[in-house]
């Protein structure tokens, strides 16, 4: 099997770190390969367990969301762009963060669902406002 040689950081030129080819695939695929998941309402729904506790200034992150929401096309869930993270929400019964990251569209979050247990994410859902609390309109303007 080929292998690559690396320099090793703060090595001398003659010290080499080779690793397999293989490793090196392995390692950039964990990056490339993620799962993306599309939760209907009911599966959104099941990971609440009342009360939810914000968690938002205390949580330490089971896993980092990132790679996942890079991995998301945008524009076929109709989000013209993503802002921060809003607020991360804990269920009452500690199975489920929901990372709720402010998106382009008025009043409408995406909702990242991290599996706690498993350190990994469960799917996202797109929590519009609007249609959950009946609200209609666009956003508000100065007078």
């Known amino acids: 099997m080929k292998s690559a040689g690396l320099a090793r950081p703060g090595g001398r030129d003659d010290e080499r770190v080779t690793r397999s080819v ?31 506790a914000d968690v938002t200034a205390t949580a330490q992150a089971a896993m980092d969301t990132w790679p996942y929401v890079d991995a998301l096309a ?11 993270v809003r607020h991360v929400y804990r269920d009452a019964r500690n199975r489920f963060d929901q990372v709720l990251t402010g998106t382009g569209r ?3 979050l995406l909702v990242i669902v991290v599996d ?4 990994m994410v469960f799917g996202h859902f ?5 249609e959950e609390y009946g609200t209609s309109g666009g956003p508000l303007r100065s007078i």
């Open 106 to 108: 008025f009043n409408t």
């Open 22 to 52: 293989a490793d090196i695939l392995d390692q950039h695929l964990e990056c490339v390969m993620v799962a993306i998941r599309r939760l209907r309402e009911d599966e959104f729904k099941a990971c609440f367990a009342e009360p939810m």
């Open 126 to 130: 797109l929590l519009d406002l609007n």
């Open 74 to 84: 945008l524009d076929k869930i109709g989000l013209p762009y993503l802002n921060d």
């Open 116 to 119: 706690l247990d498993r350190s």
